[in-house]
């Protein structure tokens, strides 16, 4: 007797539970704002909806969008963003690292930005632009 009362209130506790559950959910960030230009030189040629790049394996599967910067030489900037911010993580991990290229995660975004002659002074500032973009509002500095 005592087990079948035990079995029906998770019975009624179960629906609940996946409600609550499943309104905790939310989907992919949205498309990120970037800077159209960058100092000292970078300007944002495009920023369009993108395959994932081919380096990262399998992290869940993400909404993506790929930039292309000009100034002091080229880079090329793949933000995508996951539902959840440790398939980010995971990519971070996962992605091997490679000359000319830096990855990091900013909340829910994995960024990979690859670059081509441009000195790593340049670089930088592009990296800490995009990185500043991609903060929560209270975190911007």
Request: charged share 20%.
């Amino acid at each position: 007797m005592i087990r079948r009362r035990q079995t029906s209130l998770l019975s009624a506790l179960l629906p609940a539970a996946a409600l609550t559950i499943a309104g905790c959910a939310s989907g992919p960030p949205p498309k990120p704002e970037i800077p159209a230009s960058i100092s000292p030189d970078w300007k944002l040629l495009s920023f369009d909806k993108a395959a994932p790049p081919p380096e990262i394996p399998g992290a869940g599967s993400p909404d993506c969008w790929k930039g292309a910067y000009a100034g002091a030489g080229s880079a090329d900037v793949w933000i995508c963003g996951y539902t959840v911010s440790g398939n980010a993580f995971d990519a971070v991990q996962r992605v091997p690292a490679e000359a000319q290229a830096v990855k990091f995660q900013q909340g829910r975004y994995f960024v990979l930005v690859k670059w081509n002659n441009v000195p790593k002074a340049k670089v930088g500032a592009l990296v800490r632009a995009i990185e500043k973009a991609l903060a929560p509002a209270g975190k911007r500095q």
